[in-house]
């Protein structure tokens, strides 16, 4: 019962379908792209899905009684479960079907959580879902870097510096947070290798974002996606700029696009460009001064965290995804 | 007397020496469940040590489950049971208390999960030994709730359990409580039935129009807000309330089927006569009953009345059994710091339900075997002599006594 659905790549934005499982009903903010990536992943899954979602704007703002948006089968999850939830639901149609008391078929089941709900309280239980070779699921991590329904709070996930609600450039103290957390995923994907597909993903780059979940569900086992999603209310922008701060984030090397099929890294779209070093990475003052959140930032901030976005790509061992280096001259025993 | 059909006759069983923790284990393979999920904490942990020998050696085929924390463990058998799974899972004490929100909203989504609580004390300090807070945080949220006291009365529950939690005029989900060491971990003979009276007893668990499928496209749980949430905690203490005849429907035909006869909701010993009735649940019946049968010999009447079931909470029974009495102590294993009576959760129920009974009947209230402590001989007598002296003067006695403990520790 390891059987998935086949579901091809998607060649074009023109030959992705044309059904919505994600329709109206819902009341997220105008130029969210979470909900572009909900969209996009119920889009790419189709109709035999179960989808799980934990609490955040992607449920708050979506799910509201008499006007659900979603057509497929959809239940709330805790915060912190988008791992269990997903290994919950896997598990019980295999045993339904394993024995006999439910018609057999692939059903994908998918579970999505914000940056707050996975990458800070929820780590635990997707690392866990992800030990279990048996059950075919997606967790699908949409990161609008903060935890955005309570009112923008700041994450683990946050990018360095943004002003959020817990994080207030004062006249005495800016507080400031200090984390660089921004590759769950490739955390996820060094220490369970038994997950065949983990990816990074944006809705700016449809088509990928439709591709990798479509591989995900294919290749079975728990599988496991973070998406980056400009949050026009969290970051403060014009709403019609979403796509394009989409873009300007991986143009930037700010967010680093590939995928980890069987242990073999590819990069993708942009992200492969600057890797193999056919494009120069955009300045990210491009990127920070679009956005509200960065506006206290002075020259040196602003120099600071691009010699971060530098040293994710000149210093680390794999550009972008691990910053571990390998050193096989000395032995220290 | 009713003539057994050929249909009903008795389909022999098994008899075996086992565990409270094995008894239920046992049911779980009888009642062929589909996902249990299991993270370790004394005591209750035993049980899913015997559950997943059980599947290892195939006579139970279900997915076997180790979390990585209880929140998970409570949250995975939810899921599995919104897609149509029958589960099990359990917890103890400070574990049972780390999936506290899992288990809040298995209720709230009215998923008839059920679970074993070995009960055991909330360390720190650190206590293996069996309280039962842990099982009473839930006690407002919408659980089924019982005590067992036996290791057969364990496996029996645990079938009535998912009968009565997978009806679906009920659809709750069910805590069995069973005193951590007491009875998780000490052996009695257990007559284990046969599989096939098993399936005419427990029907398949169908969820209905409410399955997670893609054949049943819905959205469970959105945001309700105040505009729809009193209409839906109404409906669970509906299905609260319905519970109670669904569980007596139940037993009646546990009874039948299995050729018993167990009453549903309360066991009453010597009480018919007790001036002086002992109330209390779980394992503390044994050494209470010890303590009614030696004072019966010595000519008081005193008696003990046992709660098997404390949600839905057994009202009639509880004013039928103590309404004649002349006083009622009622043995807390737990405490409610700065309750009305600075007592435990037990007393203050069984007071509250003897309210209206005229005249009203006078209640003590024991705090006994804390953190697993022993309920001794000398204990159970002291606790008929406090009593006693309520049913001398009358009154109410609201002081609390606590039982066996050192004095000037304060
Ligand atoms: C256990 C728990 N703690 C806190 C909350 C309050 N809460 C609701 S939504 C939310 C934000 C979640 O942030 P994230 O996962 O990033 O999703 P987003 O809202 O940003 O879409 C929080 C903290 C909760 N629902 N549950
Ligand atoms: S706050 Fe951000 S994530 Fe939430 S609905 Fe609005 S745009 Fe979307
Ligand atoms: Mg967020």
Redesign the pocket.
Same mark, same amino acid.
């Given at each position: 019962m390891t059987t998935t659905q086949k579901l091809p790549a998607i060649r074009g934005v023109h030959n992705a379908p044309l059904e919505e499982f994600y329709t109206s009903g819902h009341r997220? +903010?105008q !130029?969210?792209e979470?909900?572009l990536v909900m969209k996009l992943m119920i889009k790419a899954a189709g109709p035999r899905t179960v989808v799980l979602g934990s609490t955040g +704007?992607m449920y708050v703002?979506n799910t509201t009684y008499y006007s659900t948006p979603w057509v497929v089968p959809w239940m709330h999850t805790q915060l912190g479960s988008s791992g269990s939830a997903a290994t919950g639901a896997a598990a019980g149609l295999k045993a339904l079907m394993k024995k006999g008391k439910m018609k057999e078929e692939p059903i994908n089941v998918i579970s999505f959580c914000g940056d707050g709900g996975g990458a800070d309280m929820g780590l635990s239980a997707i690392s866990a879902s992800l030990t279990h070779p048996e059950y075919n699921h997606l967790v699908l991590m949409y990161d &609008?870097e903060s935890y955005? &329904?309570t009112d923008i709070q700041v994450s683990g996930s946050s990018p360095w510096g943004a002003h959020t609600s817990f994080s207030p450039p004062g006249k005495a103290r800016r507080i400031m947070h200090d984390r660089w957390k921004k590759n769950t995923a490739a955390m996820l994907a060094h220490g369970h290798p038994k997950s065949r597909y983990i990816a990074t993903g944006c809705a700016s780059y449809a088509v990928d974002l439709l591709n990798k979940v479509r591989r995900a569900l294919t290749l079975g086992g728990p599988t496991f996606i973070h998406s980056f999603?400009p +949050?026009?209310? !969290?970051w403060d922008y014009d709403p019609r700029y979403s796509h394009e701060l989409g873009m300007l984030a991986v143009e930037t090397g700010l967010w680093v696009q590939w995928e980890i099929e069987d242990g073999v890294l590819r990069y993708s779209g942009p992200s492969r460009m600057i890797a193999i070093g056919r494009r120069k990475r955009k300045p990210i003052v491009e990127y920070l001064k679009r956005q509200g959140r960065f506006a206290h930032f002075t020259e040196e901030d602003i120099a600071y965290f691009q010699s971060q976005v530098d040293e994710i790509w000149e210093k680390w061992g794999t550009p972008g995804v691990s910053s571990v280096k390998l050193d096989l001259k000395g032995d220290r025993a | 007397m009713t003539t057994r059909t050929a249909e009903e006759a008795p389909v022999a069983g098994r008899e075996e020496l086992i565990s409270g923790s094995e008894a239920i284990a046992q049911a779980c393979a009888l009642a062929d469940i589909d996902v249990v999920t299991a993270y370790p904490i004394r005591p209750y942990d035993t049980v899913m040590q015997f559950l997943s020998r059980l599947i290892a050696d195939g006579a139970l085929k279900c997915e076997f489950i180790v979390a990585e924390s209880e929140h998970s463990q409570f949250e995975i058998v939810k899921h599995a049971s919104a897609v149509g799974a029958r589960t099990f899972v359990g917890s103890s004490g400070v574990g049972w208390f780390y999936a506290l929100e899992a288990i809040a909203v298995t209720a709230g989504l009215r998923l008839p999960v059920v679970a074993l609580v070995g009960n055991r004390a909330l360390d720190d300090p650190g206590a293996f030994g069996c309280e039962h807070n842990d099982a009473l945080a839930v006690r407002d949220l919408g659980w089924l709730m019982n005590w067992v006291s036996t290791g057969q009365e364990a496996l029996d529950t645990a079938l009535i359990a998912w009968r009565v939690a997978e009806d679906p005029r009920v659809f709750l989900p069910c805590a069995i409580s069973a005193d951590g060491a007491f009875l998780t971990h000490s052996q009695q003979i257990v007559r284990v039935p046969d599989k096939r009276l098993v399936d005419r007893f427990l029907p398949p668990y169908n969820r209905g129009d409410l399955q997670l499928h893609p054949d049943n496209p819905i959205t469970i749980a959105p945001q309700v807000n105040e505009d729809w949430l009193m209409e839906m905690r109404k409906q669970t203490d509906a299905a609260m309330r319905r519970s109670r005849d669904v569980i007596i429907e139940a037993y009646l035909d546990f009874n039948r089927i299995f050729h018993r006869d167990l009453t549903p909701f309360t066991e009453e010993y010597m009480t018919e006569d007790a001036e002086v009735i002992l109330v209390g649940v779980g394992t503390l019946a044994l050494p209470i009953k010890v303590a009614v049968r030696r004072l019966r010999e010595q000519g008081q009447k005193v008696g003990f009345l046992r709660l098997k079931w404390f949600r839905p909470f057994p009202m009639p029974e509880v004013q039928k059994a103590l309404s004649k009495a002349k006083a009622v102590g009622v043995i807390d294993r737990d405490y409610s710091f700065g309750s009305p009576m600075h007592g435990g959760v037990l007393a203050h129920e069984v007071r509250s339900a003897l309210y209206d009974v005229e005249p009203r009947v006078p209640v003590v209230n024991f705090v006994a075997g804390l953190g697993g402590r022993e309920i001794t001989q000398p204990f159970a007598r002291e606790m008929f002599a406090i009593t006693q002296q309520a049913a001398q003067s009358g009154a109410s006695d609201t002081q609390t006594h606590w039982i066996g403990v050192r004095e000037n520790q304060e």
């Open positions: 997220t +903010c !130029g969210c979470s909900a +704007c703002a &609008n955005a &329904n999603d +949050c026009p209310k !969290g | -």
